[in-house]
């Protein structure tokens, strides 16, 4: 058979453009070895496809060499083409903030990124340390920068990097500017070309600033709380500690063993709070210090997790239990003179209860696309009168004035207010979930996530479902909406609450639905609509795993 030499064309031409000695040798090698070995040529022709793209929420890749990945090239030619668009819109010479998390290759991306925008002529301004993503989108959108770069893959797996992009204001770009900003990296030249210069100054007083806001957050005075944390080797150990004590909670004992940043991330190899097994040292770490509450953020600690104890046993709450809370905290504290026509927001694969709890409060609701830059232009396109947003995902945005994007260390003190409130009164975080499902019903909610190892088969089973579409699912009648061309998306609904949200997912290579069903609780006791609502949820998983892939579906 005769070997196809694109790719290894295509890796030269590479080579000759890395300004990285380290992987200019590693694609050499994968170019040596391709002749004769099946293996490295499949390996060099995935480390050759294209580019990465911008996602749900930046660029996101394996830390390693070639154009598709993360490397000092990509940084450099990414940096370049953000430069370009941003002198194409009459943002030249504006602030650029720079920052990064601790991850693999973060620091020498982020001195790249501040380089490049450097030689291009911003005011470029970067942090003085690694620092959690919301630290650099409050400072973006504090210092009315025109742009801000955060070098951090969340909470991808360890091998992963990532490029997190903020225009003005401090928000994420959406279409068309992604993909106007794709189009000027696309002619970028080689990146050893890429002119460069050390003209930056430090912004020093970052996390200051931040903390301060944080600290002004609380409404209660309760302070009574121990309190079990979690960094997941992450960024935001050290902030968090801070940000408690400033608002006032002393009691709080780390995981020691997760506590400082390290980018191998040694006790949990997928560090998302929300994987299985990801808190078990947390909630190990609250049950032992009869804690009142545990959280934990993500390792750029733009989420947050808060577990509780809850019949005798702990466990984690879900971020739709968690995003209800928070919101109706918020809007029982807001001051409505400052904000006179508020408005909450959640998106299409959140449960539903939200819409109620603005309902109740007599404020403005609005559903949007997965992801917080959608959710920040919630309503008007400007996200006008927003005073919380959130996510399924454990993303909560609670002080959107200062931070335009989710902040998992606001939400943590916050969501510790609230514990603390309820605590005064004899009550916990379980109690005042069960004041909500008794008012707006028992929302259950789950995923079903089907793993592929060809994007195409992600593609081919959206064409399927959208070909034959389901009429029924565990025993309800449904319908079926079509998101396209707006974004690709089935939204199944039936009776009962049940709803289906079928996506494929913006960072991994899987398609996943998000399943509710809704039990009243007005006509029955409570724990009888909940022994209900989980039964409905069982049948309807085991429905849509069927539906979508039956034994590709790890998650189920």
């Known amino acids: 058979m005769r070997l196809d030499d694109e790719p290894r064309s295509a ?26 070995s099946a293996q490295a040529r499949a390996e060099l022709d995935e480390r050759m496809a294209g580019v990465p ?37 009459g943002r030249s010479g504006g602030i650029v903030v720079v920052g990064s998390d601790a991850r693999t290759g973060s620091a020498e991306f982020a001195a790249d990124a501040a380089a490049v925008l450097a030689a291009a002529g911003f005011d470029v301004r970067v942090l003085p340390e690694p620092l959690p993503t919301p630290v650099l989108a409050g400072t973006a959108r504090a210092l009315g920068a025109v742009a801000g770069v955060q070098i951090t893959a969340s909470h991808n797996p360890p091998q992963d990097n990532g490029y997190k992009l903020y225009l003005d204001g401090g928000v994420q770009p959406v279409s068309p500017v992604d993909g106007e900003i794709e189009q000027r990296i696309s002619t970028v030249p080689p990146a050893v070309s890429v002119p460069r210069s050390e003209d930056w100054t430090t912004q020093h007083a970052a996390l200051d600033d931040y903390l301060a806001r944080v600290a002004e957050l ?39 063993a997760q506590q400082w940043p390290d980018p191998a991330f040694p006790t949990t190899g997928f560090p998302n709070p929300e994987e299985p097994g990801a808190t078990d040292l947390l909630l190990e770490l609250a049950a032992n210090i009869d804690a009142d509450l545990a959280i934990a953020l993500d390792p750029d600690a733009d989420r947050c997790a808060l577990g509780v104890r809850a019949g005798g046993a702990w466990r984690m709450l879900t971020g739709d239990e968690t995003g209800v809370l928070l919101a109706e905290h918020v809007l029982s504290g807001l001051d409505r003179s400052a904000h006179p026509d508020p408005l909450v927001a959640t998106t299409i694969v959140s449960a539903t209860m939200l819409r109620s709890v603005a309902a109740e409060a007599g404020v403005r609701f609005a559903e949007t696309f997965t992801g917080f830059k959608w959710l920040v232009r919630a309503g008007d396109g400007a996200g006008t009168g927003l005073v919380y947003a959130y996510e399924e995902a454990l993303g909560h945005c609670v002080d959107p004035q200062r931070v335009r994007d989710k902040d998992g260390i606001s939400a943590a003190v916050l969501g510790c207010d609230l514990a603390a409130g309820a605590k005064a ?33 992600i593609a081919e089973t959206m064409r399927r479902l959208r070909e034959s579409p389901p ?70 998983r085991r429905a849509v795993s069927e539906l979508v892939g039956g034994p590709r579906c790890p998650d189920c």
């Open 218 to 256: 609380p409404s209660g005075h309760a302070r009574d709380l121990r309190i079990a944390v979690t960094a997941l080797h992450g960024v935001g150990g050290e902030p968090l500690l801070r940000a408690l004590r400033d608002a006032g909670f002393t009691d709080v004992t780390p995981v020691e």
């Open 425 to 457: 009164a004899g009550r916990g975080l379980p109690d005042l979930l069960d004041d909500l499902h008794a008012r707006h019903g028992v929302h259950r909610t789950g995923q079903v996530s089907a793993r592929f190892t060809e994007t195409a088969e």
């Open 11 to 36: 890796a030269r031409r590479w080579i000759a453009g890395d300004p990285d000695p380290r992987t200019r040798a590693e694609l050499q090698d994968l170019v040596d070895a391709a002749p004769g």
């Open 53 to 89: 793209r911008f996602g749900t929420a930046g660029l996101r890749a394996p830390v390693r060499a070639g154009s598709n990945g993360m490397n000092r090239a990509v940084v450099l030619r990414t940096t370049a083409g953000v430069a370009a668009w941003l002198a194409d819109h």
């Open 471 to 540: 009429t029924e699912l565990a025993g309800v009648e449904v319908r079926v909406a079509d998101l396209l061309p707006d974004t690709d998306a089935l939204v199944v609904t039936g009776r009962g609450g049940l709803r289906t949200v079928i996506r494929p997912s913006g960072t991994e290579p899987k398609l996943k639905c998000y399943l509710q069903v809704v039990e009243p609780a007005a006509e029955q006791p409570l724990r009888k609509a909940e022994d209900r609502a989980d039964r409905r949820l069982a049948d309807l």
